[in-house]
Structure formats: C-alpha cells, structure tokens
C-alpha cells in the first residue's frame, strides 16, 4: 500500500468554502472512478477553521501515479492554487492497521 496525509490551509473563509466544494466534487469522481484509490478522506481541523487534512491510502505506488493523471485530479491541483495558503504533505511508509495488510 501506498499513503499520504496532506494539509492544506486556506487563505480565508470564503477561499476555504470554494475548497470545500472543490473537494466535494473531486471525491465524488475518485470513487466512481479509482478502484485502486482505497480511501481518499478529507477532514476539517478542530479549532482551525481554515484547514483541511486529506488522508489518502492506495493500494500502491501506481495506483496512486495513475489518479494523479487523471483529468479530475489535474483539475482539482490547478483550482486549488488560488484557494490556498499552504500545503503540506507527509508521504506515508505503512507498518500495520486493522483491517489491512501491508
């Protein structure tokens, strides 16, 4: 398996509602349409109104190369440019979970 977390901040409260919608749409492809994308979860932060946390599993290294050419993503890493302060991101080495094997 393969994984990142990424945080993403956004420049303001109306930034961080286009975002929001942004995300939306984008997700609902992912799983119409990325079998090997296992969980693609986008999560507000506790007491940061402005940030957003993705945690994104795939079963491997090409699955997760395959969802970045897609036309869906490319267009949610070009739209997001201008709703965002920053990004942060930690790419993840798997050890062990419930429910899945490394």
Do not use: N
Request: with cysteine.
């Amino acid at each position: 398996m393969f994984g990142l977390m990424v945080r993403f901040t956004c420049k303001d409260d109306t930034s961080a509602t286009a975002f929001d919608q942004l995300v939306t749409e984008t997700i609902e492809v992912i799983h119409r349409h990325e079998p090997g994308t296992l969980v693609y979860a986008s999560h507000r932060v506790d007491g940061q109104p402005l940030q957003r946390i993705f945690y994104e599993l795939y079963r491997d290294r090409a699955a997760f190369d395959a969802h970045e050419q897609t036309e869906h993503t490319r267009h949610f890493l070009a739209a997001r440019e201008d709703l965002l302060a920053s990004v942060e991101v930690d790419w993840l080495d798997l050890q062990t979970g419930k429910g899945i094997t490394p």
